[in-house]
Every structure is written in structure tokens, then in C-alpha cells.
């Protein structure tokens, strides 16, 4: 199982940027895909997932407005676009797959079944 995300870089304050999770090696369609994120020196926390069939979406509250989420099972991609990107965003963001969206949104990090590599989105003032 493999997930690559991409679509990082560095924005100024108020810009936009989209990530993106590519999996391969499961049945994609079967997990629900979220997004968490990681500061310097805080731990990582929930950020957005979105449900197996892409119906419902869960945020964060600071991102809520800002963020969305999407998927595409054929294409076995999720995307996360930001608008309005503040300093506080800036994080190592991970992709990740779990069969629960509990997982996701009670931040259960050790349960999730699969991660991708982080990539860093970096907004400066």
C-alpha cells in the first residue's frame, strides 16, 4: 500500500494551495480519506476527512469555511483545497486512510490503518 501526497510549497498569508493523496495497492473506495497536519513542536492533529463514498466531510473547526475536501474512488485520489491560508496553517501535512471516520475526528492517531508521507505547507505573513 502506498500513499503519495504533493502539492505543498509556500504561500503568503491569505493565499491558496491544494494537496493531493494518491493510493494504490487497496480498494480505495473502501476507507475513508482525511488529512491530518503537524506544527513544530505540537503534536499532529485532525484537519479533514471526507467518507468512503465522498457524501460527508468532516473539518476542524479553525479550518471550517477555508478548507475542502474532495475525492475521486475512480481516480483513487483525495484533494484538499485551502483558501484563506493563515501562519497557523503551517504544518507538515499528512494524507491517510482508515476504514472509521472516529479515527479521524477523535484524533486517534494510532489506530489509523495507513499513512502517507508529509508535505510541507509553510504560509508566511
Known amino acids: 500500500v502506498q500513499l503519495q501526497a504533493s502539492g505543498g510549497g509556500l504561500v503568503q498569508d491569505g493565499g491558496s494551495l491544494s494537496l493531493s493523496c494518491t493510493a494504490s495497492?487497496?480498494?480505495?473506495?473502501?476507507?475513508?480519506v482525511g488529512w491530518f497536519r503537524q506544527a513544530p513542536g505540537k503534536e499532529r492533529e485532525f484537519v479533514s476527512a471526507v467518507s468512503w463514498n465522498g457524501d460527508s466531510t468532516y473539518y476542524e473547526d479553525s479550518v471550517k469555511g477555508r478548507f475542502t475536501i474532495s475525492r475521486d474512488n475512480a481516480k483513487n485520489t483525495a484533494n484538499l483545497q485551502m483558501n484563506r491560508l493563515e501562519t497557523g496553517d503551517t504544518a507538515v501535512y499528512y494524507c491517510a486512510l482508515d476504514r472509521t471516520v472516529v479515527a479521524f475526528v477523535q484524533g486517534r492517531l494510532s489506530s489509523i490503518d495507513y499513512w502517507g508521507e508529509g508535505t510541507q505547507v509553510t504560509v508566511s505573513s
Open positions: 495497492g487497496l480498494t480505495f473506495g473502501s476507507y475513508v
